[in-house]
């Protein structure tokens, strides 16, 4: 990004997502620039959140478990299929025959995060309707 | 556990009043949530609600949430219990950035019985074991 007084250039910008913002941008009668601080501005606002950096060190450890379950789920679905599993600390805890046993266990035995799943669920990430009202600070 | 109408806002919100539970049931919390036709998850809690009853300890697969306008915004999913007066019924808490408000969506609304009748500012809730 170079800045240069009031003009900032940013590189590898998409290029479609460019052209539809400007689209829209035209039809509100808007500046591109006014576009570009309000993104800023929501951006900065979710990270303004108090307990981002909890968000931050779940994250990390549910990218290190979710690599576990992508890997392995397939074959358990195969294996296990009913039972429940659980991931933490980058590797599977164990597969339980009930709900409550595998919650239980990642509790005493798992702290920065843990998968506790019904093996043979979509592991996807599907879309959820939210309401409204749904509020950022 | 109780229903009611909040009069902080204006038109006035459907509100119930219920106990949270971990999976494991060893902690707890009671919360106020604006009951929410429009959401279609069990409930949504902010993520110090959510951190403070542990349920990272008990997540899913995220999830993509989508608003009315189609804005969308990344959830993470845990197993939650809510207690009506001694009624367990589990569901689904979600979470993310920012969330500030408690809802209860039609997840939870599907297991038991409501009546609202705004007029007269009252609420009848029922949970069948």
């Not at chain 1, 309000?38 to 690599?67: F, P, Q, T, V």
């Amino acid at each position: 990004m170079e800045v240069m007084g009031k003009l900032v250039a940013i590189k590898n910008i998409d290029r479609e997502l460019y052209r539809r913002v400007k689209a829209i941008a035209s039809l509100e009668e808007r500046t591109i620039g006014s576009i570009i601080n309000e993104a800023l501005r929501l951006w900065l606002s979710l990270r303004m959140d108090k307990m981002y950096d909890h968000w931050l060190r779940i994250e990390e450890a549910y990218k290190e478990n979710y690599k576990v379950l992508v890997e392995k789920y397939d074959d358990l679905c195969k294996k296990c299929k009913g039972k429940y599993l659980v991931i933490c600390n980058g590797k599977i805890l164990g597969i339980f025959n009930d709900c409550k046993e595998a919650t239980l266990n990642a509790y005493n035995k798992c702290s920065r995060h843990a998968f506790v799943m019904k093996i043979g669920d979509s592991i996807k990430e599907e879309e959820i309707e939210l309401g409204f009202p749904v509020s950022f600070p | 556990m109780k229903a009611y109408f909040s009069q902080s806002e204006k038109p006035k919100v459907p509100m119930l009043d219920v106990t949270v539970y971990n999976p494991p049931l060893n902690k707890k919390v009671r919360l106020n949530f604006i009951i929410d036709t429009g959401f279609a998850g069990g409930i949504l809690i902010p993520l110090d609600t959510y951190v403070s009853l542990n349920l990272h300890l008990f997540e899913s697969t995220k999830k993509v949430g989508k608003l009315a306008t189609g804005i969308t915004i990344e959830l993470r999913v845990s197993k939650a219990i809510l207690d009506f007066d001694g009624i367990k019924i589990p569901c689904h808490a979600y979470t993310s950035l920012g969330v500030s408000k408690n809802l209860l969506g039609r997840e939870v609304l599907e297991k038991i019985k409501l009546t609202c009748i705004p007029k007269q500012d009252k609420m009848l809730v029922e949970v069948d074991p």
